[in-house]
């Protein structure tokens, strides 16, 4: 599996983004999604995930609320949708493949769960 991320970019407080990520091969449909972030001198971290069929999410609580994530199994695309978007969003963003097509477990949340990586997409947020 390849996975490109794009859409990333320069905002101000408040505003909004969309992120979206293709893949290409025939695992993608039946893989768990994610998307991580990382900002300068700081870890890499789980930000949201959806299951196989999008039946299923998850988010981190800093984005609760503000982060939609979405997938097209046709298009072989996944998609976060950044509203209320603040400073502290500032990162790199990664789309990820799951290891399962559920996000049951507790090892969602685990970058080492994840086995095939977009090259991110930096996302800026101006105050």
């Known amino acids: 599996v390849q996975l490109q991320a794009f859409g990333g970019g320069l905002v101000q407080a408040g505003g909004s983004l969309r992120l979206s990520c293709a893949a290409s091969?025939?695992?993608?449909?039946?893989?768990?999604m994610g998307w991580f972030r990382q900002a300068p001198g700081k870890e890499r971290e789980f930000v949201t995930g959806?299951?196989?069929?999008?039946?299923?999410?998850r988010y981190a609580d800093s984005v609760r609320g503000r982060f939609t994530i979405s997938r097209d199994n046709a298009k072989n695309t996944v998609s976060l949708q950044m509203n209320s978007l603040k400073p502290e969003d500032t990162a790199v963003y990664y789309c990820?493949?799951?290891?399962?097509?559920?996000?049951?477990?507790?090892?969602?949340?685990?970058?080492?769960?994840?086995?095939?990586w977009g090259q991110g997409t930096l996302v800026t947020v101006s105050s």
């Open positions: 091969g025939r695992t993608f449909s039946v893989r768990a």
């Open positions: 990820a493949t799951y290891k399962s097509s559920t996000l049951g477990d507790s090892y969602y949340q685990r970058s080492s769960e994840y086995d095939y």
């Open positions: 959806i299951s196989w069929n999008g039946g299923s999410t």
